[in-house]
């Protein structure tokens, strides 16, 4: 390599590090995108691809990709739904699903998608309402009136779902409007075997070959919805070094954390919430164990663990990477440099996340809910029925006025529940709140109920009519007086709770509440000292990603950018004997029609994370091209930081998705609605 | 029913607990014996008995059951050794094995059987050592002192392993001599889908059906070990309510344990080894995705942590059982009551152990070793360094020169160690000890050296010699100024680790002693307020329990004490699709040929527990009618409470061993040999 590559070498190496982004739709990075990619996104291509991203409540992003309301999104994020529309005679997620006609899609129970459609900046009025002087209890209230009077102001005159969105950890609030489609049918998803090919052990890896992608259809008033923007499709492959973006959810990052907060991420509360996901994973796999029919019960849940195991088993071992921390550490102090010159006051915000991790320390293993669907709906009617007697302002976000909807929406389901595993499920959590406070608390002694966790969990979810629909909706109709009567044991279980609940959700929501006013003043003297980011951490709202297809290499072997359809079947082989492998017969068949050269999955730089599963991957021309389905195992740290040596964004490839439709599952009329 | 039956049927349920009951060899129920069940136990029955049964390092029991030699244990007792002379190639724990002559048997790495030959009494000559006025640590280094001296004079002068034994919490210590035999072959083993049918889901539970057995056979100069006393063996079914004996090695039960003891295990000990063996499983679990091969190697140590995993959970959940908790306090208050009259100062005994808990906690999650094959090598080298500095009766116990042979056993076995699995393993151990410390901790700092975790692991791991089993035999043979000098990476580990484990081992061992000191105390307050036991908890040596064969009842369903051989083949179709519950070819070709009405397996309500796997179940006559493999899940509370409503030991029958032989496995040669 001569000087000249060097060089070229070290700005390639160096510039890719500016692909870093979560950037708002109404802040995109235009000189950026001017200046190294010589691309302007105009008002329209704008317009239409924040248009056509839509958000799932049920945790990822999806697309608009028909005028007839099709959606694109993940199989994995579609689980949850194939799930609750299974039975034990059809088991959507391990035989897939092919509607062919609109008369034989099927409705989801519970599914609600956001389209944003506008975004206002409310800063200044959030801002006003709360003052350093309050109490960080008065402060919660004060900020909890007046996003509620926001959004209730804004659903009253819009009649759209309104959201106040807190931004660089509390300097910014904007106001989300979303066109919410509640009515959301499923069209397509593939087997889980191709889904999900090569199982939790090719997880968060790459080269990957999956068909990580389910096609839905939002509906309304009973007809298929006609939308405006939707994304075209794209089959062409890109070349390497292209640009593509990424317009999806981001769920959460923590790149604003100080190195303390850090350190409570790497030294509790990581390692609890692992020790957590790995009881629940060993937990549902017994269960599983009890036979086929059970087995697809736990499933869908027992993916998502440990999906979430392997992410947060990748974060931890990101930052218990020492060279992770000293960067970390020398990025603060180049920051604290400059603010202790300029304003030094301000240092003492970092003083103050640190001490608050030391109560975060405290509190890590207190909580006062489980995990039971019971249980949540339980919980919820008497939530309901306590914040309903207070006025909007001050009653918890999640119940305002301005979430009722879609809070009925969940809780009005009718996705089936499973009493042998609430059973289980809630034995393991009444023996986990043991363990945790002891057997001889209280609390314990009082739910126990002088029963063992087994005996009074089979009491509980047996003897509750929570379970029933019919009853649900007689709780919300009748409200407070019926609920607050009520004798139901798990109704009466969530009441025994309330005290606990409410102890710590006021400790937890005062804790949030200072470390919004602190990263609100180190957001303000890193940016007055020159030094911050121009994008806020996630939160689960719509964010571009800038991205460019790129392999890598990893452990000295090069890891091209593509992988193609028909090298699956050699992959499959390589793996003959692994249950994980295997592909399901419709690939097996379809081997030989399969056009060769047909990109599978790819790869590039975009930064993403945990909720952007089912984000399209666009093009130049705003035409997709791929679809998000996972990063790869050193993309993991991207929760603090970004990096692009080796950090990859996965995709399906557009093209192998309307390959799969007309050659695999012989559904050509629908891939002939792709993109128009 | 009438009143009769119904008194009858209160005896009977108030006598079966009398079965409660751990013997010493050298002590055992005689009386008892006579009055209920009409049966003196003479002392040549005795003597075969006790000489028959043998312990394995590996951590069960045996019998001998023929004069050359033979020796019939659990598959899963054995498939720690079938796990170490497995290769790629040849898979002994799925595929199983036969040898048709002496020269076919295959010699395990490391394996050493002991056999009890004498037992004394020198609790008279240990108490003197140890006065109460001694520190804890002097107290330490003076009960070490004079058992060393015990064990070292029965060596010089017996020639046989001699362990002096701590019994009834130390109020007791008898000197055990043990013949060890350390060839040992391997003879038969059944495929793991029939020694361990039904899998993690049917382990602990019953009714059953597993051929749980293997035989190896003892060597001594070359040549088939001729044996004395093995058992006769019989093959005739026992009626219900029969009278049977278990002879083996109950590993550790807790039944002398104070309530507080007890709310430590519950609270604080049982939590946190459940949460480690639920990361272990996962990791072991994880690792076997890679691939076959990989599933292989990590396919012994998951299943015993799977194992512990599920045993642990039925203490825990036993122990979260307001009633088990309740009656323990009850039987405390009646002691406590008595001992209050009677010499009120011993009362303090209680508090004292109360008192120790406290500190158990606040140590309960610091460890100084690390889980790993290569590092536990290093460590022993390190340590056998160090020690053999000092004089013996001033040695750590496991380094004295009595315990020096079995020591070397495992030090220099010649079973494959499997350097991706120690990498994985050894980076699991380095996150949970940066976890546990934190990141910044200077030990956590100092063993990093800088790197992530896995990295250093696998500089660790592929870095080391003391994989080699030359390289081993001459850090043996040349010892202390060999390995001190040692650069090798994992011996550097090994002593950069030895402060802390000094440290954790100093308090640990003064834990245990004031322990030993006070339970002690409380025997003897006990004693003299006329309400103790008169067996000791189990201690890993040798005891004889008290059954009878019964069935139970649970969730009002009859469970009956026998299956049937031909039960398997419609359990097993009960039971299509799930992996665990396929049969092997060889049982499913032999199928005609099974005699109907062949007990397969059997309950017993004789008191065992971890460690008792393998031991022998023999009639009154002394013959071996079958094999004990586990205990049911109702039996998990027997480490620290007896009962017998539901709790059964669960055994192979000697019935089915041999037709497995005869009829499935084409080994009537080997049929032939058993009991003679």
């Given at each position: 390599m001569n000087k000249v590559s060097l060089v070229l070498a070290f700005l390639l190496s160096s510039s890719?590090?500016?692909?870093e982004g979560m950037w708002l739709f109404n802040d995109l990075p235009n000189e950026y995108l001017r200046d190294r990619y010589s691309f302007k996104a105009d008002d329209a291509w704008v317009k239409r691809l924040m248009q056509a991203s839509v958000r799932l409540n049920s945790g990822g992003s999806g697309s608009f990709v028909s005028s007839d309301g099709l959606v694109l999104t993940n199989h994995h994020v579609a689980s949850d739904t194939l799930h609750k529309l299974s039975t034990a005679d059809r088991n959507l997620i391990e035989e897939g699903f092919l509607a062919r006609s609109h008369e034989q899609e099927l409705k989801a129970p519970d599914l609600e998608l956001n389209q944003l459609v506008e975004i206002v900046d409310v800063s200044e009025k959030v801002a006003a309402a709360?003052?350093?002087?309050?109490?960080p209890e008065h402060a919660v209230t004060a900020r909890r009136a007046v996003i509620a009077e926001i959004e209730k102001e804004s659903l009253d005159r819009t009649g759209l779902r309104s959201d106040v969105v807190t931004l660089f950890g509390g300097a910014q609030y904007h106001l989300y409007r979303y066109k919410k489609y509640t009515d959301v049918r499923l069209v397509w998803a593939p087997e889980t075997k191709i889904a999900f090919f090569g199982g939790d052990a090719d997880?968060?890896?790459?080269p990957r070959y999956c068909m990580d992608a389910t096609i839905l259809r939002v509906y309304e008033q009973g007809k298929p919805a006609k939308i405006e923007n939707f994304l075209p499709w794209s089959d062409t492959e890109i070349d390497e070094h292209e640009l593509v973006f990424v317009s999806g959810h981001?769920?959460?990052?923590?790149?604003?954390?100080t190195v303390e907060a850090l350190k409570y991420l790497r030294d509790h509360r990581l390692p609890y919430v692992l020790d957590y996901l790995r009881r629940k994973e060993v937990l549902m796999q017994q269960f599983g164990l009890r036979g086929k029919e059970e087995s697809r019960r736990a499933q869908d849940e027992l993916f998502g663990i440990q999906n979430s195991r392997k992410a947060y088993g990748g974060m931890l071992a990101g930052l218990q990477d020492p060279k992770t921390m000293q960067e970390k550490v020398r990025r603060q102090q180049r920051v604290l440099e400059a603010v202790r010159s300029k304003?030094?006051?301000?240092?003492a915000a970092w003083e103050t996340i640190a001490r608050l991790q030391q109560q975060r320390v405290e509190i890590l293993?207190?909580?006062?809910?489980?995990?039971s669907r019971l249980y949540d709906l339980a919980e919820t009617l008497v939530l309901m029925a306590a914040e309903d007697k207070k006025p909007n302002s001050e009653r918890l976000p999640e119940l305002r006025v301005s979430n009722r909807d879609s809070l009925l929406q969940d809780l009005l389901s009718t996705a089936p529940i499973y009493n042998d595993l609430e059973q289980v499920k809630l034995t393991d959590e009444l023996m986990r709140l043991a363990e945790r406070r002891g057997g001889d608390d209280p609390l314990v002694v009082e739910i126990l109920d002088g029963k063992r966790p087994d005996v009074r969990a089979a009491e509980l979810v047996f003897g509750?009519?929570?379970?029933d629909l019919e009853t649900r909706k007689q709780f919300v109709e009748v409200g407070a007086p019926l609920i607050d009567k009520s004798e139901d044991p798990m109704i009466l279980l969530a009441r025994a709770m309330q005290g606990e609940y409410q102890r710590l959700r006021k400790i937890r929501d005062e804790l949030d509440e200072q470390e919004k006013q602190a990263y609100t003043q180190i957001t303000e003297a890193s940016l007055a000292a020159g030094s911050t980011s121009k994008y806020p951490d996630a939160t689960f709202t719509l964010r571009l990603a800038i991205g460019t297809i790129k392999g890598y290499s990893q452990n000295g072997v090069e890891v091209p950018a593509w992988t193609k359809m028909e090298g699956i079947f050699d992959y499959a082989a390589k793996h003959?004997?692994?249950?994980?492998y295997e592909l399901p017969e419709s690939w097996q068949r379809a081997a030989a029609a399969i056009p060769r050269g047909t990109p599978m999955n790819f790869v590039c730089t975009a930064d993403i994370i945990g909720g952007n599963s089912g984000s399209p991957v666009v093009n130049r021309a705003g035409e997709l091209v791929g679809l998000i389905f996972d990063g790869n195992i050193?993309?993991?740290?991207?929760?603090y930081i970004y990096t692009s040596d080796q950090a990859r964004a996965v995709s399906v490839s557009a093209a192998a998705i309307r390959v799969a439709l007309e050659k695999?599952?012989?559904?050509p009329f629908l891939a002939d609605q792709l993109g128009r």
């Open positions: 890719s590090f500016a692909d709360v003052t350093p002087a309050m109490s997880n968060f890896e790459y981001p769920g959460r990052t923590q790149r604003i954390f304003q030094p006051e301000a240092a293993d207190q909580t006062s809910g489980f995990r509750t009519k929570v379970g003959a004997g692994q249950e994980d050193q993309s993991l740290t991207a929760d695999i599952y012989g559904a």
